[in-house]
Every structure is written in structure tokens, then in C-alpha cells.
């Protein structure tokens, strides 16, 4: 099973500021709490830090990771947003053909299902991509 496969079938999920990465914070999660729950899943990760910032830094610091090509981001790769890679804010995981499934459209506000105004989507890829990392095969 494939990272975009396993995280497709969270799609609807609430977005829950701080989701725990486990979907069962309300079932919901976060946009790195998405992204670790696959993750996770399939035995990629093993670091402590669960903020997209510090998801990136794990990624680019591990043997079986490289730097993509933002602009032909493909299935699988991990997407990652924000001013610069010293400063992100967001994390994604790109579907091909221009988009991405995220947990996103809430904010810090979003700490419950009820007050939940986003949730786990397909969207196109943001502009504000700051880096694309994939796993080496």
C-alpha cells in the first residue's frame, strides 16, 4: 500500500488543530498529523517531532529521503509550505497531475469536530510549496 493510498481513506475527516496523528483526537486531524498517521503506518518514521517543520527536518536528514522537484511533485511525495524550509507552516502529500490531499481550512481555533470548518481534502498543490520530498526507491 502506498502512502497516498493508506491517507486516501481519511478523506472527509474534520481537521482538528493539534489531531494527535493517530486520528483518534475526534478523529481528526491536523496537516501533519495526517501526514505522520501514514507515515507511521508504513513504518517511514521514527522521529519525536510531529510539526511539519520538524517532519521536514527528520525527512532530509535520513539516508532513504531526497529534495524533488517542486514543480512536478509526484504520488507520494511529501509537500511542504511556508516562507522558506527554515520557516514552514503546512505539510501535504502530492496525488500527480497538480494535486494534493491535506488536512487543512481551519486553524487554531479548530480544536474540536463541532468547531471544525476544515477537513482532510483533495485540492490543488498551494503556490506557497517551499519544498517536495520523496522517498528514494
Known amino acids: 500500500m502506498t502512502l497516498t493510498e493508506y491517507l486516501k481513506h481519511f478523506i472527509g475527516r474534520p481537521y482538528i488543530w493539534s489531531g494527535d496523528g493517530t486520528g ?3 478523529n481528526g486531524f491536523d496537516c501533519s498529523g495526517l501526514v505522520l498517521e501514514g507515515l507511521w503506518a508504513l513504518g517511514l518514521y521514527t522521529g519525536s517531532d510531529v510539526t511539519a517543520q520538524g517532519l521536514y527536518n527528520f525527512l532530509i536528514r535520513q539516508a532513504n529521503w531526497r529534495e524533488g522537484n517542486i514543480d512536478h511533485a509526484n504520488d507520494c511525495d511529501i509537500l511542504f509550505f511556508g516562507k522558506s524550509t527554515e520557516k514552514i507552516t503546512h505539510v501535504a502529500v502530492a496525488l500527480g497531475d ?5 488536512a487543512g481550512g481551519g486553524g487554531s481555533s479548530c480544536k474540536t469536530a463541532a468547531a471544525s470548518t476544515g477537513f482532510v481534502r483533495v485540492r490543488p498543490i498551494r503556490k506557497d510549496v517551499v519544498a517536495c520530498v520523496y522517498l528514494k526507491k
Open 24 to 26: 483518534k483526537s475526534q
Open 98 to 102: 497538480g494535486l494534493m490531499l491535506e
